[in-house]
């Protein structure tokens, strides 16, 4: 069997052992991997990918969806409001909503295309200068903002929490606000705390270097 695949059935097999109350995705981050290198997880029929630039998405990713409708793609990097529309052509899910700007695109985008994509809104939970997403106190208001006003399918929140040893209290921190509003889906947990995510009840995991390996 193939490392790569050997990898995410560890992983896999690790987050069944914690017997989540939900079913819980993992989102392979192929970014800066070329198909070739991922491709035999996708032969082995794994069908949800990460990525976080528009641009090596779409040369890597368009003409295989053409192809595979069962592939889920994420957005889970930055997204610039230039990159929004080509985004919205090609990717399933928006991982990183974080201003009324894209949420305006978005919505306009949907009305336009007459089809309709998964959005987690990103939160800035340890409210640092350097990292994107909604700060803790305007989540109500932007939620309702993009549900009420421009009608997204909001589906959960998302973080990248501080890199520091209070990771499992950022992580509950958000699953009650998730809780809270009613969501379904929480994104968060990456290949060195996935299993304290789950612990908290992520329902999607963005995992990389964990399944592919080391980044160039």
């Known amino acids: 069997m193939n490392t790569i695949v050997e990898s995410f059935n560890k992983i896999k097999l690790n987050i069944e052992k914690l017997k989540p109350k939900k079913e819980v995705k993992i989102i392979a981050i192929s970014k800066t991997f070329s198909l070739d290198y991922i491709r ?78 998964k959005y987690f809104i990103q939160v800035n939970i340890g409210n640092e200068l350097q990292k994107s997403g909604i700060p ?38 958000i699953f009650d606000m998730n809780k809270s509003l009613g969501l379904p889906e929480l994104s968060m947990g990456m290949s060195s705390d996935y299993e304290d995510a789950v612990r908290n009840n992520s329902t999607f995991v963005r995992i990389g270097s964990n399944i592919f390996g080391k980044r160039n």
């Open 136 to 173: 803790v106190n305007e989540i109500d208001a932007f939620y309702n903002y993009c549900l009420k006003e421009k009608n997204l399918n909001i589906i959960g929140l998302m973080i990248i929490p501080p890199n520091n040893l209070n990771t499992n209290k950022y992580f509950k921190s």
């Open 40 to 117: 035999p997880l996708i032969d082995f029929g794994h069908d949800h990918f990460g990525e976080n630039k528009v641009q090596e998405a779409i040369s890597k990713w368009k003409n295989l969806k053409d192809k595979n409708s069962k592939i889920k793609l994420h957005m889970v990097g930055k997204l610039q409001s230039n990159k929004a529309k080509n985004a919205f052509e090609l990717f399933d899910y928006i991982h990183s909503l974080d201003n009324q700007k894209l949420a305006d695109i978005f919505s306009k985008c949907e009305t336009n295309y007459g089809k309709k994509i």
